[in-house]
């Protein structure tokens, strides 16, 4: 498995927003090619100084993937006084792409940020639940948040015969003709990432 995302511990500083609950924090990352099954979201965040149910959530470029409810914990406003929130994600597919990751505040919040990248936040879904992502209003605080994942695809040596590097990329199947193929993302299909004798058979699609 492997993780994407900010999956150090942040401690750069801290930052609170008090605008109350409804509003979407994420930050963005890059999926790379072949995909990957999500089995795991984790972001470093908190409840400034109260505790209330918000929702871990997973976005693609706007539309919302996944999402799952936990409570926030009552944190204080200090660098390092949040803790990791961490949810098992149900195998949940994501191709190649841009993958927004963050929360949805039933609260007030306060988290510490990463060191590079962004955050932002929208009020788009105030007064309801998580949704699909606006503009947002972007700001230099990134949030502490990965997701961890089995790579999808067959694996390419992008090394040397000596010094191999296994690199995940997209398998295709034609659903069409030989005269006119139609290329389209395999699915139910497995290669052998591991050795003759010892197999591991991994799903490319």
Same mark, same amino acid.
């Given at each position: 498995?492997?993780?994407?995302?900010?999956?150090?511990?942040?401690?750069?500083?801290?930052?609170?927003?008090?605008?109350?609950?409804?509003?979407?924090?994420?930050?963005?990352?890059?999926?790379?090619?072949?995909?990957?099954?999500?089995?795991?979201?984790?972001?470093?965040?908190?409840?400034?100084?109260?505790?209330?149910?918000?929702?871990?959530?997973?976005?693609?470029?706007?539309?919302?993937?996944?999402?799952?409810?936990?409570?926030?914990?009552?944190?204080?406003?200090?660098?390092?006084?949040?803790?990791?929130?961490?949810?098992?994600?149900?195998?949940?597919?994501?191709?190649?792409?841009?993958?927004?990751?963050?929360?949805?505040?039933?609260?007030?919040?306060?988290?510490?940020?990463?060191?590079?990248?962004?955050?932002?936040?929208?009020?788009?879904?105030?007064?309801?639940?998580?949704?699909?992502?606006?503009?947002?209003?972007?700001?230099?605080?990134?949030?502490?948040?990965?997701?961890?994942?089995?790579?999808? @695809?067959? #694996?390419? +040596? /992008? %090394?040397? *015969? $000596? &010094?191999?590097? =296994? !690199?995940a990329g997209p398998v295709y199947?034609?659903?069409?003709?030989?005269?006119?193929?139609?290329?389209?993302?395999?699915? @139910?299909? #497995?290669? +052998? /990432? %591991?050795? *003759? $004798? &010892?197999?591991? =058979? !991994?799903?490319?699609?």
């Open positions: 498995m492997t993780n994407l995302g900010n999956s150090t511990t942040p401690s750069s500083g801290y930052v609170f927003d008090d605008f109350g609950s409804g509003y979407q924090y994420w930050t963005p990352f890059t999926m790379p090619a072949g995909g990957g099954v999500v089995t795991d979201l984790y972001v470093y965040i908190g409840g400034d100084g109260v505790s209330f149910t918000g929702d871990l959530c997973i976005w693609g470029s706007t539309a919302l993937l996944w999402s799952g409810s936990i409570t926030f914990p009552s944190d204080g406003r200090s660098t390092g006084g949040q803790g990791w929130l961490h949810l098992t994600v149900p195998s949940l597919y994501i191709p190649a792409g841009t993958v927004n990751l963050g929360v949805w505040a039933g609260g007030n919040v306060v988290w510490t940020y990463e060191s590079s990248g962004n955050v932002y936040r929208s009020n788009a879904s105030v007064g309801g639940s998580p949704t699909t992502l606006g503009s947002g209003t972007s700001a230099s605080n990134a949030l502490g948040a990965y997701i961890v994942y089995t790579p999808w @695809g067959a #694996y390419i +040596n /992008t %090394g040397t *015969y $000596a &010094s191999p590097t =296994w !690199t199947v034609n659903t069409g003709t030989y005269a006119s193929p139609v290329l389209t993302a395999a699915a @139910g299909v #497995y290669v +052998n /990432t %591991g050795t *003759y $004798a &010892s197999p591991i =058979w !991994t799903p490319a699609g």
